[in-house]
């Protein structure tokens, strides 16, 4: 049995901040989104850093959430395998969120080279996907320096120092709103190996530079992760919205 149709407004109208906007053209080409879960094996980079002032005003609109801890999420990722085949991704979170007192991880920024990708994030788990080129370079076999760029928007990161190898584990909840408003959590699971790190980013866009901060951050390096993203369950609207 084929997949039911999403249509196109639907993926079109998923909220982010304005660097992850899609034009009618590219939400009207979009295949119909491959369904959840999704397993995805790779490498990439991982930073944080303090939020900056005002940088929940960046949540997706009608987020709901008791209150936001004041940690910003960075992050490049290269799948070589999973669900929609091999793709690049760039991602940001302007801040963790407590919601009926578990953190949540609400994306409010991604983009990716994949249109595949891009039907199945916006249709499956309200990940407002944009497309994007990417520059990816490796050092003994591990990301070193990569950047992406858009519409009027770039994302630069590089490895300035990496410890030592270590096993890396997580097990967390994202926190997206669908194009209806309804407010959604979404299972993620990741284990792989890798490296803590420093890693210096920068930033351009209309938004970007003010919450996914240039700078050098605490991070990781990903040598090999495999990534499941479980199907999205609804939640009600209660807490707050910024």
Do not use: C
């Not at 303090?50 to 997706?60: C, D, E, I, L, T």
């Amino acid at each position: 049995m084929s997949e039911p149709q999403i249509a196109p407004d639907r993926l079109r109208h998923v909220s982010g901040v304005p660097e992850s906007a899609i034009s009618e053209v590219l939400a009207a080409r979009l295949p119909t989104p491959t369904p959840a879960p999704w397993t995805t094996s790779g490498s990439g980079l991982v930073w944080l850093h303090r939020s900056s002032a005002g940088a929940a005003q960046h949540h997706q609109r009608g987020l709901a959430f008791q209150r936001s801890l004041p940690i910003t999420v960075g992050a490049f990722l290269r799948y070589d395998q999973g669900p929609v085949g091999a793709y690049d991704e760039v991602l940001g979170v302007p801040t963790l969120v407590i919601d009926r007192r578990r953190v949540r991880v609400p994306v409010a920024f991604m983009a990716v080279d994949s249109e595949s990708s891009i039907a199945g994030g916006r249709g499956n788990w309200a990940l407002p996907k944009t497309m994007a080129q990417f520059q990816w370079e490796s050092e003994r076999g591990a990301p070193h320096r990569l950047s992406a760029s858009g519409d009027g928007w770039s994302v630069a990161a590089r490895v300035r120092w990496s410890g030592p190898r270590m096993p890396l584990w997580v097990r967390g909840s994202l926190a997206q709103v669908n194009a209806d408003g309804t407010v959604l959590a979404v299972p993620v699971r990741s284990r792989g190996v890798g490296r803590l790190a420093r890693i210096e980013v920068t930033s351009e866009g209309p938004t970007l530079p003010s919450w996914l901060r240039a700078g050098v951050h605490a991070g990781a390096v990903l040598e090999r992760a495999t990534h499941t993203i479980l199907p999205a369950v609804p939640r009600s609207a209660s807490g707050r919205t910024p």
